[in-house]
């Protein structure tokens, strides 16, 4: 069974970055997609970032496109998820999430591996 354990999160001023990782064991991710999500108080889970297997296909959600990059390590076992110019809006609990899968997905429920999440706050 694939485990996975996000870090990197935190309190940073707007404008700030922040590098997400999400270390992965008990399987290798090569033959999985990974994603980001987030999740904000009282809204539903939200698509971040998702990058196939091989990290030739990558899709972003609009409000991150141009600020977020996601990118994957197969060989270390480990997805990151670089956050540059964060908004206070950016504030949530960020999730990694893989599934075996050859497409990516929006849709949280098709992922069956998740983190246990990473807290992201971003002052204004």
């Known amino acids: 069974q694939l485990e996975l354990v996000e870090s990197g999160g935190g309190l940073v001023q707007a404008g700030g970055n922040l590098r997400l990782s999400c270390a992965a064991s008990?399987?290798?991710?090569?033959?999985?997609?990974m994603a980001w999500f987030r999740q904000a108080p009282g809204k539903e889970r939200e698509i971040v970032a998702a990058?196939?297997?091989?990290?030739?296909?990558?899709r972003y959600a609009d409000s991150v496109k141009g600020r977020f990059t996601i990118s994957r390590d197969n060989a270390k076992n480990t997805g990151f998820l670089q956050m540059n110019s964060l908004k206070p809006e950016d504030t949530a609990v960020y999730y990694c999430?893989?599934?075996?899968?050859?497409?990516?997905?929006?849709?949280?429920?098709?992922?069956?591996?998740w983190g246990q999440g990473t807290q992201v706050t971003v002052s204004s």
């Open positions: 008990g399987r290798t991710i090569g033959t999985y997609t």
């Open positions: 999430a893989a599934r075996e899968y050859l497409r990516t997905s929006r849709n949280p429920h098709d992922y069956d591996s």
């Open positions: 990058i196939s297997r091989s990290g030739g296909s990558i």
